[in-house]
């Protein structure tokens, strides 16, 4: 029988960067559908708002068919388990990244066994990105073109100007 | 289009524990096909032959209908390609283990770029588990029944009286 | 002569999980008395009062004749010494904690030569579990059942309502 | 040709430890200038002003000949180049600092492919030190002789009784 | 009731360094009585026989009068319940320490559930001496008289020059 | 007064790889002098001979005026010394380097106070080769031209087939 094959790639993308789409462009090819699902997170008050993060997002992986932007708010769990998938992607770079994911991944699994967290590395050019660190730099005048996409680096610039 | 969805989980299972079953399990269910490649690995002379070690796999692991256990020598990626399949599973347990992996993961992407690692946790109580370790505490005339299936054990204990 | 085998536990315990219970229960097996002394860390805002959390403390490891649950505010070492202590648990769980935990039993070394902090695991199964994570996952829904203690769980739940 | 060999130690230095100077002492006998760059860091409200940063320092390394101190705001990047250096220098204590140390280092580069940045090593009887927990201990009535000189002790203590 | 509060401290010591006699110091001062175990090992060729490495250690901790010398052969679990024991120290120095030991503690206790694994830290001094680079020091001329106390010193230089 | 401003980056070379290029050309761009040290390391039966490995970095950094290439026996330590450096190099990729390499430096530290060890980082393109791995990948076949200049290659071919 066949598997379902939809994965589902959450996080909070404050912005997309060039890390972000390069595991979901590896993901695209492993995966018959993969679903971006961008997390509220009101609580961590990113920087943009949902909406914008969703749309950055369409703009930066416009090509690929078989990839899906949405958003979600609650519990990862419930939202992969509502879209009928059963695996859920997460980018690992860093050993900060690695203790964190898997405390998140053993947690998840607690709450339903049925989904699985499968990990993937980006690039290794790409491994030392991070929205944070990018929002940092930018907002002290540096230009960050070879860490997120020209689009993505108009709409930073007019937001930190604010 | 359907993305092929074979995916190959190589090791060197000298012997298979119950974390490799636990992976193996885990990626049957992600996965149409999975391709357990055992390597052959002669330079670091492993205490079972590769034909003992496919076959504990096999007893290991019969109920599973879409698991395939097979032996390879020489490039992994080379014998990835060879099966058509373009992921590869590693087990990640520990932060040795992730460093170690994301060199190689990262050298053989560098060997073949079509080829992707995909990383798996296995369950917290397998976590610690290693096939050095088991073999360590069983020559010393350890129980190693927690951690390896009851055919493994009688057959490892057979190999460490010679 | 014999040692004075007093145990002092800190902590912040907001709230205690399963995890810290195991700690609990093994340092109990180990020395005559075992004091879990709550720091209130107001700076931190906890989410349960310090009176709460004793109490908490003290449903959760009934059982333990020679476990006492106390509270305190300062230096943790003051307190150690104070209560006639000359050891400190903490629990390590990963790497993480590991260098945090370190950098804090030195710094206390440094403070008092005469305190010692010693370090112990608590079952793998609760290896990834924090009382953080268990109020991020509550707060957006998740059943936390696996984590706490069914009283800890309706006070948490109580406690998110507001 | 001659090296320019200015290097540039950039830091929030609040306050300054025996860890810093340990670091600067140690620079100082590699290169022939060493600037001591104190970022404002304002977002990190830090607890003690840019000019009382600076001042500690200065009381601190008085006999160092070749060590400047001065302050810097915006990228450190643009800082280093505009003093005509094109080295960095970091303090490397623990994996922690490692993994943040590099992303931060990997980051600068690709701002400016000139400017390298080089890593030192602080005795090992301050590798534990951070002005984190000094400034935690110090606040909770603690005695930080061991870690910072007795003149940033003095001003660290009327600071904190405020 | 009283514990009985004894420690079993195993290890190869081959040889012993002022990091493993400042963690015996602080075991002392702990438990009642401390038992040093110095394990057989014969598979890893040690570099001094079992009886030169118990004698070793013998001269290096002469003054503790709750500390006794021993060495085994076999399962440590099955050596520590055959002394009365519940308690196993571990000198934990980095994070390399950190994995190798949680899973050889985690191993260990699934084989015998009643003895608990605590770790210890040695003075930061310490904290990067290993008896392998002694010794490959030692075989190049250096000097290590910061590193193990004068007796093994010599013993070690002769050892060496055969 | 000026600094001598000559370094020295010991290593076994064996072979040398882009990621030890990429750091003595950085090097060579900070000090005024940079010498390349091969060391013998019999012990560890490299599979070059120290010729060969001193050969091929010379044929892979010709360019460079103020690198040289010698090679050392004994230790490290009293060759910097006789050399008239006060600076050693080391490449930093990962934590498990970090920690050996600081593991190596606080001992060499204590063995020659006035030598101090400066770490840098390859470019992340390669901060994941090794020459271990590019040994064993190329003794299964794989085309290892990414990770090795040329004449190494073509070296690396030969010595292999024997």
Do not use: C, W
Not at 111 to 135: A, Q, V
């Amino acid at each position: 029988m066949r598997k379902s094959n939809i994965a589902v790639y959450p996080g909070t993308f404050d912005p997309v960067t060039y890390g972000h789409i390069d595991i979901i462009r590896r993901a695209a090819r492993i995966f018959d559908k993969v679903i971006i699902a961008v997390a509220h997170n009101d609580e961590k008050s990113p920087l943009f708002s949902v909406g914008e993060r969703v749309s950055m997002l369409k703009d930066s992986i416009g090509g690929l068919k078989n990839v899906i932007i949405d958003d979600f708010d609650g519990l990862v769990v419930d939202y992969v388990k509502g879209k009928g998938a059963s695996v859920m992607i997460r980018g690992l770079r860093m050993i900060s990244d690695f203790e964190h994911e898997f405390q998140m991944a053993l947690t998840n699994r607690k709450l339903s066994e049925k989904i699985e967290t499968i990990f993937m590395m980006p690039n290794e050019s790409y491994s030392y990105i991070s929205s944070k660190l990018i929002k940092e730099a930018a907002s002290l005048g540096a230009d960050v073109k070879n860490f997120i996409p020209k689009k993505v680096q108009i709409l930073l610039k007019k937001k930190l100007r604010k």
